[in-house]
């Protein structure tokens, strides 16, 4: 396998940091460029960031120097963990100019033509970006909330079709960016609300579950109700669900459909895939952020205390790690799935998959897109 460039995008923030941790052992995606604001732009990663990953900082990403988004960049593929005020028109602009942009922000992941994807779950979704407009790519993963939901869902939905869901979240501090809240707003407290996150939830599951129809995808048809808090945690979002089913199963078919489920990162082997999808607990007093986060590298989804429900037909707790798995890991999934289904070939992009003689070699400049 060949080496890829990549750059981060928004390299000094939460998800920027836990990209440069998770890449450094990457077998084929190689750090190459950095970009954050002008604050940041011109210095070198170490004197701009507040790094704040248990793993030291990797010594060559270190050293290098921070472009600002107005310089043209190299990198084949573009993880973007920019801030959402100016995610939304930069992504365009790198993926007009030849960058595969697999984007954490939200701005774009409702958009008609562009797959929200999370590949155990809708690998499919991603020939999406063979009807986009530009000659490269972009390819968003879900509100960090949205994917344990999903997750849990997906071999629900597959197996006794799902019809209604009550999703209560208590998220951690580390969800809300760095430094994110002061001590004095989050220690011994729950903040009753999270902007735009109960949405998020209740719009980005459906489009998950939908059904790619060509260039578009037609949700599911399944009501959801979200409630999400901010809780005293460092990382790791938990939720409560309580499902309903359209077919009666037993809760031990319920527990195998959940201990089974499988989709293309296992297929395909990809190299930051977890063996197990989701984890299923026994245990009551488990998954805790606290002691369960970091089961397969962060990239697993953990569910414990299922149970019948008195209202719907099932519930359970689902905790996930929220910049892993619900972030810089989704999106290197992501990425890793692209090379798999052969839309990337070293430093080569094709639309037209194993096809290197129709690719884009070289990002062109980086011209602004024409309105969309
Ligand atoms: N944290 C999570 O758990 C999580 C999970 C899923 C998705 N997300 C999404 O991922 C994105 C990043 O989140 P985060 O938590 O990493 O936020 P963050 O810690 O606040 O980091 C934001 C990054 O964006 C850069 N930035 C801000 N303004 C910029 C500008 N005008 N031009 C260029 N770069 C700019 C910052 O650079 P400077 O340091 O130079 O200011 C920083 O690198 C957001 O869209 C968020 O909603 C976050």
């Known amino acids: 396998m060949e080496n890829i460039k990549v750059g981060v995008l928004g390299a000094t923030g939460a998800v920027g940091q836990k990209f440069i941790a998770l890449l450094q052992h990457h077998p084929y995606f190689r750090v190459h460029e950095l970009v954050a604001s002008e604050r940041s732009a011109g210095k070198p990663y170490r004197d701009a960031v507040s790094w704040v990953q248990s793993s030291p900082l990797p010594g060559p990403v270190g050293e290098t120097y921070i472009k600002s988004t107005a310089e043209p960049l190299e990198s084949t593929i573009l993880f973007s963990g920019l801030d959402s005020s100016i995610a939304g028109e930069l992504e365009e602009r790198y993926a007009a100019a030849g960058h595969v942009v697999i984007s954490n922000s939200k701005n774009h ?8 994807v999370i590949p155990e ?24 909330s949205t994917i344990f939901l999903a997750m849990a869902l997906a071999p629900l939905h ?74 005293a945690v460092i990382d790791g979002h938990t939720e409560t669900l309580s499902v309903k089913l359209a077919s009666r199963p037993e809760l031990a078919e319920v527990r195998a459909a ?70 810089a ?19 080569c992009f094709s639309k037209e998959p194993h096809r290197r003689d129709a690719c884009v070699e070289t990002p062109a400049a980086a011209e602004p897109v024409a309105g969309r």
């Open 258 to 327: 959940l201990e089974d489920f499988r989709g293309y990162p296992q297929e395909a082997a990809l190299p930051s895939a977890p063996q197990q999808a989701l984890w299923v607990f026994d245990d009551p007093n488990r998954p805790q952020p606290a002691r369960d986060l970091m089961i397969e590298g962060g990239m697993s989804t953990l569910i414990g205390r299922l149970r019948s429900c008195p209202v719907f037909d099932v519930r359970m707790v689902v905790l996930g790690h929220n910049t892993i798995r619900g972030a």
């Open 329 to 347: 890991g989704a999106a290197i999934l992501n990425a890793e799935a692209l090379v798999a289904m052969g839309y990337l070939t070293g430093g």
């Open 158 to 231: 597959r197996a006794f079709g799902v019809e209604a869901v009550q999703v209560s979240t208590m998220q951690a501090i580390s969800g809300a960016g760095y430094p994110g809240l002061s001590a004095t707003d989050i220690m011994g407290n729950v903040i009753p609300h999270i902007s735009g996150e109960e949405e998020k939830l209740e719009t980005e599951t459906l489009k998950i579950l939908g059904a790619r129809n060509g260039d578009r995808v037609l949700p599911a048809d399944i009501s959801i109700g979200a409630q999400c808090t901010r809780v």
């Open 109 to 116: 992941r409702m958009d008609r033509d562009v797959p929200l």
């Open 121 to 144: 779950i809708n690998a499919d979704h991603l020939k999406m970006i063979e009807h986009q407009p530009y000659p490269g790519a972009l390819v968003t993963n879900p509100n960090c």
